[in-house]
């Protein structure tokens, strides 16, 4: 099982950035998959999450609500998390990850993680 993210850069203050999470291994419909971040000396946080393609239910955190969307095109087994309004606080590496169980907000939730994707985001 593999999970791969990537679409991550440096984009300036009020820029936009779509992430991209590759699953490979197992079929992306049966799972909901969530994005966390961790920006420098700080814990990693969760970010969003995307219910399996039953409900294909959305997810946000606070921070992010109304700027980011999360979404998923099973075809191509990826999730994607765009990412508008984008200010210096969001400057973190993002993780996409599986969710084993539970309601998807904790990081301990999840068994299958990608590697991260840098996204800075500076004048």
């Known amino acids: 099982f593999q999970l791969q993210a990537s679409g991550g850069g440096l984009v300036q203050p009020g820029g936009s950035l779509r992430l991209s999470c590759a699953a490979s291994?197992?079929?992306?419909?049966?799972?909901?998959i969530g994005w966390f971040r961790q920006a420098p000396g700080k814990e990693r946080e969760w970010v969003s999450c995307?219910?399996?393609?039953?409900?294909?239910?959305?997810y946000y955190a606070d921070s992010v609500k109304g700027r980011f969307t999360i979404s998923r095109d099973n075809a191509k087994s990826t999730v994607y998390l765009q990412m508008n309004s984008l200010n210096a606080e969001d400057t973190a590496v993002y993780y996409c990850a599986r969710l084993a169980y539970g309601l998807g907000f904790r990081e301990s939730e999840y068994d299958y993680w990608g590697q991260g994707t840098q996204v800075t985001v500076s004048s």
């Open positions: 291994g197992f079929f992306l419909d049966y799972y909901a």
């Open positions: 995307i219910s399996s393609s039953d409900s294909s239910s959305t």
